[in-house]
């Protein structure tokens, strides 16, 4: 997928649309409260380090609404990252952590142009 949107990202630049490829934290979905409610002491802890589905779309909202768009755009975000940088908390007023900080994984750079 990252490599999907850095190749959009050059398709698509001369119709000034932007393509970026987003990394979401763990949701917390109604299936995972369904997993952590069957056992709260073995999957308990998944609870305080999830992000909710309307999050990445707050993070969405802010990347549409940023006038240097373009200047992003074939890249590789990670919402909690951006979150960070627009000034948006999830539910409750929670900062949910980095995939960077958390599973110490980054977004790689993908090559700059497209082999056809």
């Known amino acids: 997928m990252n490599k ?3 190749d959009m990202a050059i398709d698509l630049k001369d119709h000034s649309v932007a393509a970026l490829s987003i990394w979401m934290g763990v949701l917390l979905t109604d299936r995972l409260k369904m997993v952590i409610a069957s056992d709260p002491e073995k999957y308990g802890h ?3 380090c999830t992000e909710t589905p309307e999050f990445a779309g707050h993070v969405i909202w ?3 609404n940023e006038p240097e ?3 992003i755009s074939g890249k590789t975000v990670i919402d909690a990252e951006m979150a960070v940088r627009y000034g948006i908390r ?3 007023g929670q900062q949910p952590l980095s995939c960077r900080d958390t599973h110490e994984v980054a977004p790689q ?3 700059p142009d497209i082999i056809r």
């Open 46 to 48: 998944l609870e305080g």
């Open 109 to 111: 750079i993908q090559y």
């Open 90 to 92: 999830d539910a409750n």
């Open 62 to 64: 802010a990347l549409y």
């Open 4 to 6: 999907m949107a850095a």
């Open 69 to 71: 768009l373009m200047a």
